[in-house]
């Protein structure tokens, strides 16, 4: 009996010790690769396909503002505020699930940012709980910013396609600095679905989805960057654009 309780003691102080560190070594590190990715792979291999990885780590103040706003307005737009889970939007797809209704995710950006480095993406009680236990971990240690630039770096943005950079050549021949508005939200359209949903190609509902998220992003809070990282896609906004947005700043700032 002796020798199983220190088998278990030492397996919990195995995960707790393992699962914390890696927290914090990617605090500092660069993500290159997740699980997901590699799940794909082997889905592509079972098809009789080359296996393929487009992906680039790219720092957030590399990436336009956009895109980060486009994410929250149409993923999360509590994200700045939660401490990883909105317990509000939990509590409403639950009783819409109980009433019968399409079954519909809750899961915050941060719930997403932990699934995806360190889980697998299947349905089960065991993955949600290690994802509630990752969420809390990330929250802690890494901070709003980091969980963004890990999100926008990680997530699947397409057929073999993950983050921001790969998408933003991929899609539109373009850096991630330089992303439009329009060509952001039109990525955050495609994220709840990457594989039947093409920005570059977008249906009549993804445009207007598109549209509504564009709305949204002047409305939800804008993301801590550094006030002087101002990001290249405001350059390129047209002169009418940047005055528009000058006058929100002000208004914001009364």
């Known amino acids: 009996m002796n020798k199983i309780l220190k088998w278990v003691r030492n397996i919990i102080i195995f995960f707790f010790v393992s699962t914390i560190g890696m927290v914090v070594a990617f605090k500092y590190i660069p993500v290159y690769y997740t699980p997901l990715m590699f799940i794909r792979c ?53 009783r819409e699930a109980q009433q019968g209704k399409r079954e519909r995710g809750a899961s915050t950006i941060s719930q997403q940012t932990a699934k995806n480095v360190f889980l697998w993406p299947a349905h089960s009680w065991v993955r949600k709980g290690l994802e509630v236990y990752f969420t809390v971990l990330i929250e802690w240690v ?14 699947e943005m397409g057929d073999g396609i993950y983050g921001v950079a790969a998408v933003s050549k991929a899609k539109f021949g373009t850096d991630p600095a330089a ?8 990525i955050a359209v495609t994220l709840p679905s990457p594989l039947t949903r093409d920005s570059a190609h977008p249906t009549p ?3 207007k989805r598109s549209n509504k998220i564009i709305d949204l992003m002047g409305k939800v809070t804008r993301f801590p960057y550094p006030e002087a ?20 700043s002000k208004k914001k700032r009364k």
Not at 229 to 248: L, M, V
């Open 205 to 207: 509902w993804m445009n």
């Open 179 to 186: 992303l439009t508005p329009k060509q952001a939200a039109l």
């Open 229 to 248: 990282k101002e990001d290249n896609s405001s350059k390129q906004q047209p002169a009418d654009s940047k005055k528009h947005h000058k006058k929100k």
């Open 42 to 94: 082997g889905e592509q291999l079972s098809r009789g396909e080359s296996p393929r990885i487009q992906h680039k780590w790219v720092p957030l103040e590399e990436m336009s503002h956009n895109m980060p706003q486009a994410v929250m307005a149409s993923e999360d737009n509590l994200f700045l505020q939660h401490n990883g889970f909105d317990i509000d939007q939990i509590l409403i797809a639950r």
């Open 142 to 155: 890494w901070g709003k910013e980091r969980i963004m630039e890990v999100y926008l770096n990680s997530i």
